[in-house]
Structure formats: structure tokens, C-alpha cells
């Protein structure tokens, strides 16, 4: 852009004028280059949210390192929708300058720019974020603990695992599930065991997730935990311990799951026949036959998969 063309939108953008200050803009983001920097930074401190929050899409659009301060200091703008922006556009840059800027915003009095910082090194993974993460762990807002989580799960550093643990206590189930979910790298047994405890716990989302995880263990030590909540209230957690079941390859408990076959609930009884498939329960097989006239399409589609897988 001529520099004729930059010092008449730099004028314009000292317009008293809120529409001629936008049109200003968005001629500068006709011809975007990085002539238009300063003009842009100076279209940050603007009193009309509209005008900041245009310039902040045209400095994400430049991309110029240079900007990124003036990007994550939109973080606790006062308008709602630029802060909405600047955590999109902080999210969605790749420039290793801005991992600095947003460790140095973990501490800032508002969660909602902890969040949105956390979000950033997120997609990051940077190594020596993982310390700085650790600590909002304990952050007084939940919400900043569960992007820490969610962050650290990303990065997953066999160091982050105890602190990850201690999370799976925390006051908020969701901060749990989010734990839980984190630790999908770590096959160790204190994370089993950790995950066997959930199996209690009293948010019935934090129940289902742990059984999910613990299947992913691959050993049949927990098959007596999960054999227990064949009987829980929520069908989503019942459906969860049979599959899981199944996987576990703990035919012990194959007995167990014959109630589910009546469960009111068609996903209950369909995990039940599957499971009951996979742990070779031919013992089962006339109470699964029953199963042929279940008004459920996808029971009977899972019923004669598993006739005949156990009538070889």
C-alpha cells in the first residue's frame, strides 16, 4: 500500500466518526500488508468494541509476530466479543513468540484470560509450559483447572501423571472427567487404581468415563470393579461395565452380565449380547437366542452376530 494511501487511513482512523473509522479499516484490510501494522495497533485502543474487534481479525489475518502483545492484551478487553476473538485468534497462531507471552497472563486476576492462555500453549505443547500448567491445577476457578488438565493431557509428560492424579479428587466432576480423559497416555497401575476409585464416584459421567478408560488397560484386574456396576442406576454406566467386560477378556465375570440381557434399555441389552460374544459365553446362548425377537433392530442385528460367533 502507498504511503500516501497509510497516512490518509491513519487519519481517518482519528475520525470522531465510528463509521468512518470502520470503512478506514476495512479498506486497510483490501490491501493487507504490513504497512497496515501501526495503523492497526493504533485501531486497538479505539472506545468502539466494533473497531477493535476488526482490527484484531485484520492483525490475526497479517500475522505479524509483532502484533501478538497487543492480541493476547485483547484478552481481557472489556467487550465480550473481542475477547472472544483474541482467544480464537491466540489459539489458532503457531508463533513459538507467543508461548511467552501467554505463560506470562497464567497468573492475570481474570480466569477467563487464564483460560483462554491456557487454551493457547495448549495447541503449543510446549515442554517447558508443563511446570507453569501444573500450578493452575489448583487455581481457584474450575474452569481454569480443566483447561490446565485438558492442556497437560496434550503435552503428555509422564511428570504431569501425579498431578493429573490428584485431580481425579477434585470438588468438579467435570474438572474429573477432564482428568480422567487426560491420563489416556499413562497405562500405570496408580492411574488403574486411581480409575478403579472413580468407579464410586458419585456423578454418574465420571463412572462411564472411567470405565472407558480402564478398558483401554487391556488386563482383567479391574474386571471384578467394573463387574459391580452391571447393577448401576444409569444405563449409560450399565452399557459401559459390559463392554468394558467384553474387552477385559475376564470370563469369570461372563455370568454376570446375563441380567443385562433383560435390561430395559436396548443399548444395555445389545452391549450385554456383544460382550457376552467376545467372552466366548456359550453357556449363554439360548438366553441370547431369546434375543432373536427383541423389538430392537440393533439387538437382534448384535443377537445373530453373536449366535454365530458362539455356535462355531
Do not use: C, Y
Not at 9 to 19: F, G, I, K, M, P
Request: hydrophobic share 45%.
Amino acid at each position: 500500500m502507498a504511503i500516501g494511501d497509510i497516512s490518509e487511513l491513519t487519519r481517518s482512523l482519528e475520525s470522531s466518526d465510528v463509521a468512518t473509522r470502520q470503512l478506514a479499516l476495512t479498506e486497510l484490510g483490501d490491501a493487507l500488508d504490513e504497512s497496515a501494522l501501526q495503523p492497526l495497533l493504533v485501531a486497538m485502543s479505539d472506545p468502539d468494541p466494533t473497531v477493535r474487534e476488526l482490527a484484531l481479525e485484520l492483525l490475526d489475518e497479517l500475522g505479524d509476530a509483532r502484533a501478538l502483545p497487543a492480541i493476547v492484551e485483547a484478552l481481557a478487553d472489556e467487550s465480550e466479543r473481542v475477547r472472544e476473538v483474541a482467544a480464537g485468534a491466540v489459539r489458532d497462531s503457531r508463533s513459538p513468540e507467543l508461548v511467552a507471552l501467554l505463560l506470562e497472563r497464567l497468573s492475570h486476576p481474570l480466569a477467563e484470560v487464564r483460560v483462554a492462555s491456557i487454551a493457547g500453549l495448549r495447541e503449543h505443547r510446549a515442554a517447558h509450559a508443563e511446570g507453569p500448567l501444573i500450578e493452575r491445577l489448583s487455581d481457584a476457578s474450575a474452569e481454569v483447572r480443566a483447561a490446565a488438565v485438558v492442556a497437560l493431557g496434550h503435552l503428555r509428560s509422564v511428570t504431569s501423571v501425579a498431578p493429573l492424579i490428584e485431580r481425579l479428587r477434585d470438588d468438579e466432576p467435570t474438572v474429573r472427567r477432564l482428568a480422567v480423559g487426560a491420563l489416556h497416555f499413562a497405562r500405570t497401575e496408580d492411574v488403574r487404581l486411581s480409575l478403579v476409585a472413580l468407579l464410586a464416584d458419585p456423578d454418574w459421567r465420571v463412572r462411564a468415563d472411567a470405565i472407558k478408560q480402564l478398558s483401554k488397560h487391556g488386563d482383567r484386574q479391574s474386571a471384578a470393579a467394573l463387574a459391580r456396576l452391571i447393577s448401576d442406576p444409569e444405563w449409560q454406566v450399565r452399557k459401559e461395565a459390559a463392554q468394558a467386560l467384553g474387552e477385559s477378556g475376564s470370563r469369570a465375570h461372563a455370568a454376570e452380565l446375563l441380567p443385562l440381557l433383560a435390561d430395559p434399555t436396548a443399548d444395555v441389552r445389545r452391549a450385554a449380547v456383544s460382550a457376552l460374544a467376545t467372552l466366548e459365553a456359550r453357556f449363554a446362548v439360548e438366553k441370547i437366542r431369546a434375543l432373536l425377537s427383541d423389538p430392537d433392530s440393533e439387538v437382534n442385528k448384535a443377537t445373530r452376530r453373536a449366535l454365530a460367533t458362539l455356535d462355531r
